[in-house]
T-cell receptor
Protein backbone atom coordinates (compact mmCIF):
# COMPACT_ATOMS: atom_id res chain seq x y z
CA UNK A 1 0.00 0.00 0.00
CA UNK A 2 1.70 3.19 -1.20
CA UNK A 3 -1.20 5.49 -0.51
CA UNK A 4 -1.40 8.69 1.44
CA UNK A 5 -4.97 9.81 2.06
CA UNK A 6 -6.14 13.31 2.85
CA UNK A 7 -9.49 14.57 4.02
CA UNK A 8 -11.39 16.59 3.15
CA UNK A 9 -10.77 16.99 -0.59
CA UNK A 10 -12.23 20.48 -0.58
CA UNK A 11 -12.78 22.94 2.26
CA UNK A 12 -14.35 26.37 2.27
CA UNK A 13 -14.05 28.35 5.49
CA UNK A 14 -14.54 31.83 6.81
CA UNK A 15 -11.81 33.84 8.47
CA UNK A 16 -13.24 33.20 11.93
CA UNK A 17 -13.68 29.43 11.53
CA UNK A 18 -11.61 26.65 13.05
CA UNK A 19 -11.08 23.60 10.89
CA UNK A 20 -8.64 20.71 10.57
CA UNK A 21 -7.03 18.86 7.70
CA UNK A 22 -6.21 15.20 8.11
CA UNK A 23 -3.54 13.04 6.52
CA UNK A 24 -3.04 9.30 6.97
CA UNK A 25 -0.54 6.73 5.73
CA UNK A 26 -0.04 3.06 6.52
CA UNK A 27 3.33 2.51 4.87
CA UNK A 28 5.24 2.58 8.16
CA UNK A 29 6.85 5.88 7.20
CA UNK A 30 8.21 7.88 10.11
CA UNK A 31 8.58 11.23 8.35
CA UNK A 32 5.51 13.25 7.40
CA UNK A 33 5.24 16.65 5.73
CA UNK A 34 2.81 19.48 5.10
CA UNK A 35 3.19 21.57 1.97
CA UNK A 36 1.27 24.56 0.66
CA UNK A 37 0.93 24.99 -3.10
CA UNK A 38 -0.45 28.01 -4.90
CA UNK A 39 -1.56 27.78 -8.53
CA UNK A 40 1.31 27.41 -11.01
CA UNK A 41 3.88 27.45 -8.18
CA UNK A 42 5.98 24.70 -6.63
CA UNK A 43 4.95 23.19 -3.30
CA UNK A 44 6.34 25.10 -0.32
CA UNK A 45 7.40 23.10 2.71
CA UNK A 46 5.56 24.10 5.89
CA UNK A 47 6.29 21.45 8.52
CA UNK A 48 8.19 18.19 8.88
CA UNK A 49 7.56 15.57 11.55
CA UNK A 50 10.15 12.90 12.12
CA UNK A 51 9.32 10.04 14.49
CA UNK A 52 6.28 12.02 15.63
CA UNK A 53 8.35 15.03 16.65
CA UNK A 54 8.26 18.37 14.87
CA UNK A 55 11.66 18.72 13.25
CA UNK A 56 11.12 21.57 10.81
CA UNK A 57 8.83 24.59 10.94
CA UNK A 58 9.48 26.84 7.99
CA UNK A 59 8.43 30.05 9.75
CA UNK A 60 4.77 29.29 9.27
CA UNK A 61 2.27 31.68 10.93
CA UNK A 62 0.74 30.42 14.17
CA UNK A 63 -2.72 30.29 12.60
CA UNK A 64 -1.48 26.95 11.20
CA UNK A 65 -0.92 24.38 13.94
CA UNK A 66 0.34 20.90 13.08
CA UNK A 67 -0.19 17.81 15.17
CA UNK A 68 1.13 14.27 14.83
CA UNK A 69 -0.90 12.05 17.22
CA UNK A 70 0.76 8.84 16.04
CA UNK A 71 3.08 7.51 13.36
CA UNK A 72 0.25 7.13 10.81
CA UNK A 73 -1.63 10.35 11.28
CA UNK A 74 -0.87 14.01 10.67
CA UNK A 75 -3.27 16.89 11.26
CA UNK A 76 -3.15 20.55 10.37
CA UNK A 77 -5.36 22.74 12.53
CA UNK A 78 -6.50 25.99 10.97
CA UNK A 79 -7.71 29.07 12.83
CA UNK A 80 -8.31 32.67 11.81
CA UNK A 81 -6.99 32.16 8.31
CA UNK A 82 -6.68 34.89 5.70
CA UNK A 83 -7.90 34.78 2.08
CA UNK A 84 -4.27 34.58 0.92
CA UNK A 85 -4.04 31.21 2.70
CA UNK A 86 -6.28 29.74 0.02
CA UNK A 87 -4.23 27.04 -1.69
CA UNK A 88 -3.79 23.31 -2.21
CA UNK A 89 -2.43 21.72 0.96
CA UNK A 90 -0.43 18.60 0.32
CA UNK A 91 0.65 15.97 2.79
CA UNK A 92 3.54 13.63 2.11
CA UNK A 93 5.34 10.84 3.91
CA UNK A 94 8.70 9.19 3.53
CA UNK A 95 10.98 6.67 5.10
CA UNK A 96 13.81 8.52 6.85
CA UNK A 97 17.15 7.38 5.50
CA UNK A 98 18.94 5.10 7.93
CA UNK A 99 20.60 6.98 10.75
CA UNK A 100 19.70 10.40 9.45
CA UNK A 101 16.81 12.78 9.32
CA UNK A 102 16.87 13.13 5.57
CA UNK A 103 14.25 12.65 2.99
CA UNK A 104 13.79 9.52 0.99
CA UNK A 105 11.12 9.22 -1.68
CA UNK A 106 8.17 11.36 -0.67
CA UNK A 107 4.73 9.95 -1.39
CA UNK A 108 2.11 12.64 -1.74
CA UNK A 109 -1.55 12.59 -0.91
CA UNK A 110 -4.09 14.08 -3.34
CA UNK A 111 -4.30 17.30 -1.36
CA UNK A 112 -7.00 19.43 0.22
CA UNK A 113 -8.08 22.44 -1.80
CA UNK A 114 -8.73 25.18 0.76
CA UNK A 115 -10.67 28.36 0.07
CA UNK A 116 -10.79 31.07 2.72
CA UNK A 117 -13.58 33.61 2.29
CA UNK B 1 17.41 28.93 -1.56
CA UNK B 2 14.88 27.67 -4.07
CA UNK B 3 16.59 25.80 -6.90
CA UNK B 4 16.20 27.31 -10.34
CA UNK B 5 15.00 25.17 -13.21
CA UNK B 6 15.42 25.73 -16.92
CA UNK B 7 13.70 25.95 -19.25
CA UNK B 8 10.52 27.35 -17.68
CA UNK B 9 8.42 25.74 -20.38
CA UNK B 10 8.94 23.46 -23.33
CA UNK B 11 6.70 22.06 -26.04
CA UNK B 12 7.67 18.82 -27.74
CA UNK B 13 6.26 16.63 -30.46
CA UNK B 14 5.83 12.96 -29.61
CA UNK B 15 9.11 11.15 -29.99
CA UNK B 16 11.33 14.18 -29.37
CA UNK B 17 13.81 14.45 -26.51
CA UNK B 18 14.04 17.05 -23.75
CA UNK B 19 16.44 18.03 -20.98
CA UNK B 20 15.38 19.85 -17.84
CA UNK B 21 18.03 21.41 -15.64
CA UNK B 22 18.00 22.17 -11.93
CA UNK B 23 20.58 24.40 -10.29
CA UNK B 24 21.09 25.19 -6.62
CA UNK B 25 23.20 27.77 -4.83
CA UNK B 26 23.75 25.37 -1.91
CA UNK B 27 25.73 22.18 -1.50
CA UNK B 28 23.30 19.32 -1.92
CA UNK B 29 22.86 15.95 -0.28
CA UNK B 30 20.31 14.70 -2.74
CA UNK B 31 18.12 15.64 -5.66
CA UNK B 32 14.60 14.37 -6.23
CA UNK B 33 12.54 14.65 -9.40
CA UNK B 34 8.74 14.81 -9.46
CA UNK B 35 6.09 15.25 -12.13
CA UNK B 36 2.78 16.92 -11.38
CA UNK B 37 -0.21 16.92 -13.67
CA UNK B 38 -2.80 19.67 -13.40
CA UNK B 39 -5.00 19.23 -10.34
CA UNK B 40 -3.06 16.21 -9.10
CA UNK B 41 -0.39 15.54 -6.49
CA UNK B 42 3.29 15.35 -7.45
CA UNK B 43 4.44 11.87 -8.43
CA UNK B 44 7.94 10.70 -7.58
CA UNK B 45 10.20 9.94 -10.54
CA UNK B 46 13.61 9.33 -9.01
CA UNK B 47 16.08 10.31 -6.33
CA UNK B 48 19.82 10.80 -6.72
CA UNK B 49 21.86 10.54 -3.56
CA UNK B 50 25.48 10.70 -4.66
CA UNK B 51 27.42 13.05 -6.81
CA UNK B 52 27.82 11.79 -10.33
CA UNK B 53 25.02 9.31 -9.89
CA UNK B 54 22.84 8.66 -12.89
CA UNK B 55 19.58 6.86 -12.68
CA UNK B 56 16.86 6.02 -15.10
CA UNK B 57 13.87 3.94 -15.86
CA UNK B 58 12.00 3.54 -19.11
CA UNK B 59 13.01 6.54 -21.18
CA UNK B 60 13.50 8.96 -18.28
CA UNK B 61 16.89 9.33 -16.65
CA UNK B 62 18.73 11.86 -14.52
CA UNK B 63 22.20 12.87 -13.48
CA UNK B 64 23.56 14.73 -10.45
CA UNK B 65 26.73 16.80 -10.55
CA UNK B 66 27.50 17.37 -6.89
CA UNK B 67 30.38 19.74 -7.54
CA UNK B 68 28.28 22.03 -9.68
CA UNK B 69 25.20 21.56 -7.48
CA UNK B 70 23.22 20.73 -10.59
CA UNK B 71 20.97 17.97 -11.79
CA UNK B 72 19.48 17.25 -15.17
CA UNK B 73 16.45 15.19 -16.14
CA UNK B 74 16.51 13.55 -19.56
CA UNK B 75 13.33 12.52 -21.33
CA UNK B 76 13.84 10.56 -24.54
CA UNK B 77 11.29 9.64 -27.19
CA UNK B 78 8.66 11.64 -25.33
CA UNK B 79 5.12 10.34 -25.02
CA UNK B 80 1.87 12.26 -24.53
CA UNK B 81 1.77 10.97 -20.96
CA UNK B 82 4.96 12.89 -20.17
CA UNK B 83 3.07 16.19 -20.21
CA UNK B 84 2.98 17.97 -16.87
CA UNK B 85 5.08 20.19 -14.65
CA UNK B 86 8.42 18.79 -13.56
CA UNK B 87 9.92 19.80 -10.27
CA UNK B 88 13.30 19.04 -8.86
CA UNK B 89 13.53 18.86 -5.09
CA UNK B 90 16.84 19.51 -3.43
CA UNK B 91 18.01 18.62 0.02
CA UNK B 92 20.74 20.67 1.69
CA UNK B 93 22.27 20.89 5.15
CA UNK B 94 19.90 21.40 8.06
CA UNK B 95 17.29 19.10 6.54
CA UNK B 96 16.20 21.85 4.21
CA UNK B 97 14.15 20.59 1.30
CA UNK B 98 13.00 22.90 -1.47
CA UNK B 99 11.18 22.32 -4.70
CA UNK B 100 12.56 24.01 -7.79
CA UNK B 101 10.79 26.67 -9.81
CA UNK B 102 9.21 24.09 -12.12
CA UNK B 103 9.27 23.31 -15.83
CA UNK B 104 6.04 22.96 -17.78
CA UNK B 105 6.36 20.26 -20.42
CA UNK B 106 3.74 19.77 -23.11
CA UNK B 107 3.92 16.91 -25.57
CA UNK B 108 1.79 17.26 -28.68
CA UNK B 109 0.93 14.60 -31.27
Amino acid sequence: DTEVTQTPKHLVMGMTNKKSLKCEQHMGHRAMYWYKQKAKKPPELMFVYSYEKLSINESVPSRFSPECPNSSLLNLHLHALQPEDSALYLCASSRPLAGEVRTDTQYFGPGTRLTVL
Amino acid sequence: QQPVQSPQAVILREGEDAVINCSSSKALYSVHWYRQKHGEAPIFLMILLKGGEQKGHDKISASFNEKKQQSSLYLTASQLSYSGTYFCGTEAAGNQFYFGTGTSLTVIP
